[in-house]
C-alpha cells in the first residue's frame, strides 16, 4: 500500500459498520429531538441507518443545537461515518396563541374572531401570529387549523382589523396551532425575523444543508443564496415543497435549488389530499432529471411514535418513496419525540433494504440519458456510460471524482446497480453527498496522474473491505489532473 493512502485511511475504522451503513442506497433522514439527542442515542440512530440528521429550528434552543452539533462531529471523527447535518429553517409558520386551558372546543356554526393583539384565546377572541391577515385574506377564505383537524371561513373583517370566521368543521382547539391558508397569497418574506438569526448561526457553524420552508418562488431560493454567497458559506440549499404556488414554480426551483423536501404535511392541507401522491411522484421525477437530491418526509411512520410496529400503508408509504426513485425519505416525531427512535430508523433501514435487493431496481438509464442541450452534456454522457458499463460488467464498484459534487450527483441520479464510490478534496462535499442516493464519499486531496489516483482510490476501498482481488471496478475521472476538467474519462479496473 502507498504510504500516502494510509491518511486517508479512519484511525479508528471498523469495515463492518461501514459496509453496513451502505447496505440501504435509499437514504434515512431523521430529526434530533428530546427523546434521542445524547451522544450514546445519536450514534445508536447512526449505527441504526441514520446517513442525515435534520435539526428544526423551530423549536430548541441555538445552544442546544451546538451540543447536539457537537456530537454529530465526534461521531464523525472517531466512528467510519460521513454524518451529514440539515438545518430546517421555520419559515413564515403561522399559528394560534395561546387558548385557555389548552383546550377550546369549537362547534360547527360557532363565530370567532380572529385578532393580532395578543391575547389568550377564548370564544370571543383569539391570537393569530400573522400582522397582515385582515390585509389578506378575503371573505369566503377557508382557513385551516391543526393540519385541517379544524376549517374555518372567513365571514367579515373589521375595521379594527380583527377577522371573523364561522366554524365548518369543529374540534378541540389548542395552544401554538398551525394555521394553513390554502386559498389566500400569503405576504410575509420567506425568511423572517428569526430565520436571518437562525441562518447566521447555521453559517457559522458550517451545517451541510439548510431548508427553507414554504417556499413560493425562485426569487425565495435566490434570496437564501445571495445570504450564503455573502458569507462565502458552502452550505446548500433545500427547498421544501408545501405550498400550492410552489408547485406552479417548480421547475424553476428545482433548478435553482440544490436539493428538494416534498413536505406533505402542510402540501396536503393547502391541497386536496388526493392529488398529494401523484404531485410526490412527479416531483421525484423532476428532480431525478435534473440530477437534484429528493426527499419524501413527513408522517412516514407516524404510529412508531408510541408503537413497536409501523401500520401496513406505513410500510408501504416507505416502499414506494424508494420505488419511485427518492434520494432519501425523513423521520420527524418518530425520531425526535418518539418512544422507540432506534427501533424506527431499523425498521425503515429493513423496508429499503427489502425493496432495493428484489428483482425490481429503480434503474434511470434506460429513459434518462443526457441531454444534448445540457451545458454538461459531454460529462453527463460520460457518467450514463460509466452507469451502463458498470452494469455490463457488473461491477463491484463505480467510483467517480468531484469538486463541485455535480459528477456524483448525476452518476447517482442514474441509479446505478453498482455501489457508488466518490472521491472529493472538498471536505464540505464529503458529509454533503451522504444525502444523495447510493452515494459513499471519501475525501481524497491527491492530483498526481491519473492511474496513481485511481490505485490509491482502489486501496483506499479494499482496506475499508468494499473491494477484494479480482473484483471489477469502473472509474470516471478527468485529464489532465491540474486542469480540473469536467469528468471526461472512464476506465475498467480487475482489482489486484
Known amino acids: 500500500m502507498r504510504k500516502n493512502v494510509e491518511k486517508y485511511l479512519h484511525k479508528n475504522m471498523d469495515k463492518k459498520a461501514g ?81 385557555e386551558n389548552n383546550a377550546l372546543p369549537v362547534k360547527t356554526g360557532d363565530v370567532l374572531t380572529f385578532t393580532n393583539d ?29 393540519d385541517g383537524k379544524i376549517e374555518v371561513k372567513v365571514i367579515d373583517i373589521t375595521k379594527e382589523r380583527d377577522v371573523k370566521v364561522q366554524v365548518v368543521l369543529g374540534g378541540i382547539l389548542s395552544s401554538k396551532k398551525g394555521i394553513n391558508l390554502p386559498d389566500t397569497k400569503i405576504s410575509l418574506p420567506a425568511l423572517t425575523e428569526k430565520d436571518l438569526e437562525d441562518l447566521e448561526f447555521i453559517i457559522d457553524q458550517n451545517l451541510d444543508w439548510v ?50 423536501m416534498i413536505a406533505r ?36 411512520m407516524e404510529s412508531m411514535i408510541d408503537r413497536t410496529k409501523p401500520n401496513r400503508s406505513e410500510i408501504t408509504d416507505v416502499a414506494n418513496a424508494v420505488l419511485e426513485g427518492a434520494d432519501a425519505v425523513m423521520l420527524s416525531g418518530e425520531t425526535a419525540t418518539g418512544q422507540h427512535p432506534a427501533l424506527v430508523v ?56 468531484t469538486q463541485s459534487g455535480y459528477t456524483a450527483f448525476m452518476l447517482s441520479s442514474y441509479r446505478p446497480e453498482s455501489p457508488l464510490f466518490i472521491f472529493t478534496k472538498e471536505r464540505s462535499l464529503v458529509n454533503q453527498l451522504s444525502l444523495s442516493w447510493g452515494v459513499r464519499a471519501f475525501y481524497y486531496a491527491e492530483e498526481e496522474s491519473v492511474d496513481d489516483m485511481f490505485d490509491d482510490q482502489i486501496e483506499i476501498l479494499k482496506e475499508r473491505g468494499f473491494l477484494n482481488t479480482g473484483d471489477i471496478a469502473v472509474h470516471t475521472g478527468s485529464t489532465p489532473v491540474k486542469l480540473h476538467l469536467p469528468t471526461n474519462m472512464i476506465k475498467i479496473t480487475k482489482v489486484e
Open 118 to 146: 395578543k391575547c389568550v384565546g377564548t370564544m370571543e377572541r383569539i391570537y393569530v401570529s400573522y400582522p397582515n391577515l385582515a390585509g389578506d385574506v378575503k371573505i369566503g377564505n377557508t382557513i385551516m387549523i391543526d
Open 346 to 401: 431499523e425498521t425503515m433501514r429493513k423496508i429499503i433494504v427489502q425493496v432495493e435487493h428484489t428483482q425490481y431496481r429503480y434503474n434511470r438509464e434506460e429513459d434518462l440519458k443526457p441531454q444534448p442541450h445540457s451545458p454538461s452534456f459531454l460529462s453527463d454522457a460520460v457518467c450514463y456510460n460509466a452507469c451502463k458499463i458498470a452494469r455490463d460488467v457488473d461491477a463491484h464498484a463505480l467510483m467517480g471524482m
Open 265 to 300: 404535511g402542510d402540501l396536503g392541507v393547502e391541497l386536496p389530499v388526493e392529488q398529494v401522491p401523484l404531485i410526490q411522484k412527479e416531483i421525484i421525477r423532476k428532480c431525478i432529471h435534473r440530477a437534484k437530491p429528493v426527499i419524501v418526509a413527513t408522517q412516514m
Open 19 to 99: 459496509i453496513d451503513h451502505i447496505m440501504h442506497k435509499t437514504k434515512i433522514v431523521a430529526t434530533v429531538g428530546p427523546a434521542c439527542d445524547t451522544p450514546e442515542k445519536i450514534l445508536e440512530l447512526v449505527k441504526a441507518g441514520v446517513n442525515v440528521f435534520r435539526l428544526n429550528f423551530s423549536h430548541g434552543a441555538h445552544e442546544d443545537k451546538a451540543k447536539v452539533i457537537d456530537i454529530i462531529r465526534h461521531i464523525n471523527s472517531t466512528e467510519p461515518y460521513n454524518i451529514s447535518i440539515l438545518a430546517d429553517l421555520q419559515g413564515p409558520k403561522l399559528r394560534v396563541g395561546e387558548i
Open 211 to 260: 431548508a427553507l420552508s414554504f417556499v413560493r418562488s425562485v426569487k425565495d431560493i435566490i434570496i437564501l443564496r445571495n445570504k450564503l454567497d455573502e458569507r462565502k458559506s458552502k452550505t446548500k440549499i433545500i427547498a421544501k415543497i408545501e405550498k400550492p404556488e410552489a408547485l406552479v414554480n417548480i421547475r424553476d426551483i428545482i433548478v435553482e435549488s440544490d436539493g428538494i
